[in-house]
């Protein structure tokens, strides 16, 4: 009876590299802007037509978002334009009478869950780095969660940051809006079509099914 839509971070491009400065369709002003239009109208059409009692938006912050020149460690969420997106939609939708929603939107860079009794992690995953050896992004990835799991007693992670989809037993890497970019084709990605993750829930058995959700 409840959804949960978890919003990975990297809604928009900020001008975090000299090349996004020349190469950005717009400001990040500007993507911010069209990134609220069209999250709101999303979250309102599930909202009207889902028949479910309640919808979870967990919101953590990616690394594009970002207003300084490098990712900072203490204060990420104060200077990332998708954090205050973040707070606006909540707020948005509390106005608009969206009573079904409930959103976690955490100062920090991970969010944890707990859905049937048990932890859930939520992160972009700007902080996992490897991923150019043989087994790929799913060996630091492996890494990190065994470490992080045992610190916050977690059972599964949801991340995004890697363009890719992945999933296993530990972890979901979610697929990219974006698609197959200049970026992916110049350190020789798999290609992958424009992509999102879903899957459900079961509280016997966990994750029962999985699908990727094609934009193209």
């Avoid at 929603?101 to 860079?109: A, K, L, W």
């Avoid at 048990?118 to 050896?133: D, E, N």
């Amino acid at each position: 009876n409840s959804i949960v839509i978890g919003v990975l971070g990297d809604l928009i491009n900020n001008y975090i590299h000299e090349e996004l400065q020349q190469t950005n369709a717009m400001t990040p002003l500007d993507a911010i802007s069209d990134m609220k239009t069209i999250l709101l109208s999303g979250l309102k059409y599930v909202h009207d037509n889902a028949n479910v009692d309640k919808i979870t938006v967990v919101w953590v912050c990616g690394n594009h978002g970002r207003s300084s020149h490098k990712s900072q460690f203490s204060n990420f969420t104060q200077m990332s334009h998708e954090y205050y997106l973040g707070v606006d939609i909540k707020t948005m939708c509390e106005v608009l009478g969206l009573k079904k929603f409930e959103f976690v939107i955490p100062r920090s860079e991970m969010a944890i869950l707990e859905m049937f009794g048990k932890r859930y992690l939520f992160t972009h995953g700007t902080r996992i780095k490897g991923g150019g050896g043989v087994g790929g992004i799913a060996v630091p990835i492996s890494r990190y969660f065994n470490r992080i799991a045992r610190a916050l007693d977690i059972v599964y992670m949801f991340i995004g940051h890697f363009h890719q989809s992945v999933k296993n037993k530990q972890f979901l890497v979610n697929g990219s809006v974006v698609g197959y970019s200049p970026y992916a084709m110049g350190n020789g990605c798999d290609y992958e079509p424009p992509q999102q993750s879903m899957l459900i829930l079961d509280s016997k058995r966990g994750i029962t099914a999985y699908n990727e959700v094609y934009l193209d």
